[in-house]
């Protein structure tokens, strides 16, 4: 798998959690047999989160440990904001879009709603994989 990919947070936490479809964890499967991408956002929300259990916690830190995470520079800001004034998105979402976009990696996320509004956006949903 020659392409880069950035892994969005729920994505992240529907994989973890084993309920992706068997299409969509083959996919993440393979792309984490390359190498993972996050944002910096995708951490931030994992960690943020009230888990009920501590062993969630420890799963979701080792995953951010053994990725590549991908902080905020200009260009990703520049782009943050063109995302912000065009599409009506929430800026953590806009700063996701803009960190795939200017790293030109397609973003694995399911939230349709708001990342199909980024045309130039490379976007696979692993909900929605057809075999």
Request: aromatic residues 6%; charged residues 25%.
């Amino acid at each position: 798998m020659a392409a880069k990919f950035l892994i969005d947070t729920s994505v992240v936490i529907k994989y973890l959690k084993e309920i992706l479809p068997a299409e969509g964890n083959s996919l993440l499967d393979n792309i984490l047999d390359e190498e993972s991408n996050i944002s910096f956002i995708t951490e931030i929300e994992l960690l943020a989160w009230n888990l009920p259990h501590d062993i969630d916690l420890d799963v979701y830190k080792l995953f951010i440990d053994n990725s590549n995470v991908i902080g905020i520079y200009s260009s990703i800001i520049s782009k943050t904001i063109e995302i912000r004034k065009t599409h009506n998105i929430k800026l953590p979402d806009a700063i996701i879009a803009a960190t795939a976009l200017v790293n030109n990696m397609t973003l694995v996320a399911d939230n349709d709603k708001d990342f199909k509004k980024v045309t130039e956006l490379k976007y696979i949903n692993p909900s929605k994989l057809i075999s």
